[in-house]
């Protein structure tokens, strides 16, 4: 059972331009919610991460928006560079209930454009 | 600071076979996690070590297993090699558990099944 759905699988975007990926998820007791970076032949790397008692966090050109209602989150990058490119997953975790498992998206090929 | 090592980077292996890949976790980090990722796929968990001893599974048959040693460091053993277990195999550590802990990921180790 897919538990985080992440949108859309491919983006291509001027440079300068707003990149903006979404993820859903189910579970409510998700309590933890980080977005990885991934270059091709390198692991993920820990972009940003929120906590569901704020419904915005951002970190230089990242930001990530939280609708709790909704069960929804997504990640804005802001003046899109061509080093951006890279694959981005959501992840999701129960922290609250002892659970560090990270249930991953599918992930987002994003490729900035100049 | 040395990050997550991971060793080897590459491996190709019979299906049949046994593989043991190793894991390094990020200095002053005491906790290891074990992710699969195939091909244009998120990381799916397998497994969590907290104190050397496994603290949580995902769903993976047990022919997937693992150690962590007392300096904290990890093994993840595959017995019986799957074509299908063709991936690449990733090391996550972070410090303690709970809410506030960040998972940091290593480059991970290619394993290809022939």
């Known amino acids: 059972q897919q538990q985080v759905k992440q949108s859309p699988q491919s983006l291509i975007v001027q440079k300068g331009g707003i990149s903006i990926i979404n993820c859903a998820y189910e579970?409510?007791?998700?309590?933890?919610f980080p977005w990885y970076q991934q270059f091709p032949g390198k692991g993920p790397a820990l972009l940003i991460a929120?906590?569901?008692?704020?419904s915005e966090k951002k970190e230089g050109r990242f930001t990530i928006s939280f609708n709790k209602s909704a069960k929804q989150f997504s990640l804005h990058i802001m003046d899109s560079q061509p080093g951006d490119s890279a694959t981005y997953f959501c992840?999701?975790?129960?922290?609250?209930?002892?659970?560090?498992?990270?249930?991953f998206g599918t992930g987002t090929r994003l490729t900035i454009i100049p | 600071d040395a990050g997550v090592t991971q060793s080897p980077t590459h491996l190709i292996k019979t299906r049949g076979q046994q593989v043991t890949l190793r894991c390094s976790p990020k200095?002053?980090?005491?906790?290891v996690s074990w992710y699969q990722q195939a091909l244009g796929q998120g990381p799916q968990f397998i497994f969590q070590?907290?104190?050397?001893?496994?603290?949580q599974r995902g769903n993976f048959p047990d022919r997937f297993s693992g150690h962590q040693f007392p300096n904290y460091s990890s093994e993840l053993n595959v017995n019986a090699l799957l074509l299908g277990d063709s991936a690449l195999y990733l090391c996550?550590?972070?410090?303690?558990?709970?809410?506030?802990?960040?998972?940091?990921f290593g480059q991970g180790t290619r394993l290809t099944v022939v």
């Open positions: 996550a550590s972070s410090l303690g558990l709970g809410l506030n802990t960040e998972a940091f």
């Open positions: 992840a999701a975790s129960a922290r609250r209930q002892g659970n560090e498992k990270l249930t």
């Open positions: 579970n409510t007791a998700f309590d933890y």
């Open positions: 200095s002053g980090h005491d906790t």
């Open positions: 929120i906590r569901p008692d704020v």
């Open positions: 070590y907290y104190e050397e001893e496994e603290r």
